[in-house]
């Protein structure tokens, strides 16, 4: 089977083509440069089922026309996942959306044999901001963010962050219903993913969601900050989630809440001091906020359907931070 897998470059596409490649899937994957290429082919330089297409832009007109000819089965993660945003639309918005739609018509026009696409949407399109903690909620694959296009385009990177992820899963099912095209549709919705890297990182560039990992270790916060989104996954049970879902007969047009459970950026130091003790000192331990209710994880969809087993908090925190150490 030829996967196709956008954005093949970032952190959780990583973990998804080391698990693609172990399968025994052909994997084309589409990185920005020849530079990003060369790095992956390293990973792997024995694998000749790995092979690369430049997509240079995703929100450009026709990006995946020439990518997707040939393949089987199309896995889309690439997405901008950062608050650097000077422009709303160029920055987040146009690449969230306009690359979904366009790797879906790229599908149905040049690859009418596909009969799976699987999509990376997020939490953020779940999550009900406005609702704040919400203890007597229960967020499953049935809530959706109800994030207007005012919001997306105002000032608050975080809101324009969401909304990518909210109008791009919609463009998705919009284009299902409207389109009828040959192939189904399975989104994969984490919250905050982290654990370890195997994608080409530095101090200065890791990717966003571990970056409040780093922050924690690294002595840069002299208090423990407050835990604005309560709910994480560790990025390989992510990964397997996006394969499986290629896989399980259960999994066509649907969508999968894949969410290990509830933290607290206290639990966290704590977990942290307590396997690390050399970074005592950098951890921050002041500034504790007692711990508060907050909303429910329903995670039973993904557990039955894609099989998935979560790795615990403290698995997820050690493995990535024995990475982190190295850099302190
Ligand atoms: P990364 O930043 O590591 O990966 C993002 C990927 O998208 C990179 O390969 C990046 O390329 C590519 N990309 C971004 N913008 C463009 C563009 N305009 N044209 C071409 N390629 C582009 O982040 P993650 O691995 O964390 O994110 C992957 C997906 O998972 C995204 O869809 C994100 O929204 C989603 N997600 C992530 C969560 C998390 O906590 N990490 C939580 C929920 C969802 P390059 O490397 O060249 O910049």
């Known amino acids: 089977t030829i996967a196709l897998l956008t954005g093949a470059s970032g952190f959780i596409a990583g973990h998804v083509l080391k698990i693609l490649l172990e399968k025994g899937y052909t994997v084309k994957a ?9 790095y992956l082919k390293g990973l792997y330089p024995a694998d000749s089922k790995l092979t690369f297409a430049i997509v240079e832009d995703i929100a450009a007109p026709n990006a995946f026309d020439e990518a997707v000819k040939g393949v089987d089965v199309v896995v889309h993660t690439a997405s901008p996942f950062h608050f650097k945003v000077t422009d709303p639309v160029n920055d987040l918005l146009d690449p969230a959306i306009k690359g979904t739609t366009s790797i879906l018509y790229a599908t149905k026009n040049f690859a009418p044999q596909v009969k799976r696409v699987i999509v990376t949407s997020s939490f953020a399109a779940i999550l009900n901001p406005s ?78 969601s571990n970056a409040s990992i780093w922050s924690l270790v690294n002595g840069s916060q002299a208090t423990i900050p407050p835990t604005a989104v309560p709910a994480w996954v560790d990025v390989r049970d992510v990964a397997e989630a996006h394969v499986n879902a290629l896989e399980a007969p259960a999994a066509e047009n649907q969508r999968y809440f894949v969410v290990a459970g509830k933290y607290s950026f206290s639990d966290i130091c ?21 711990s508060k209710e907050s909303y429910n994880l329903d995670n039973s969809k ?23 150490v190295a850099w302190v």
């Open 302 to 324: 993904s557990k039955k359907d894609l099989g998935i087993e979560y790795i615990s908090l403290e698995q997820s925190i050690v493995d990535l931070t024995k990475q982190l």
């Open 270 to 290: 704590d977990i942290v001091l307590k396997n690390f003790p050399q970074l005592a000192g950098k951890v921050p331990t002041d500034g504790v906020i007692p």
């Open 131 to 208: 609702k704040g903690d919400w203890p007597e909620h229960t967020y499953s694959e049935t809530d959706w963010n109800p994030i207007t296009w005012e919001e997306a385009i105002g000032p608050n990177p975080s809101s324009t962050y969401r909304a990518s992820k909210t109008f791009a899963e919609k463009a998705a099912w919009d284009f299902l219903e409207k389109e009828k095209p040959n192939f189904t549709i399975t989104t994969i919705n984490p919250p905050l993913v982290w654990g370890p890297m195997i994608h080409d990182v530095t101090p200065e560039t890791v990717n966003t």
């Open 30 to 38: 589409t990185v920005r440069s020849q530079s990003k290429a060369e």
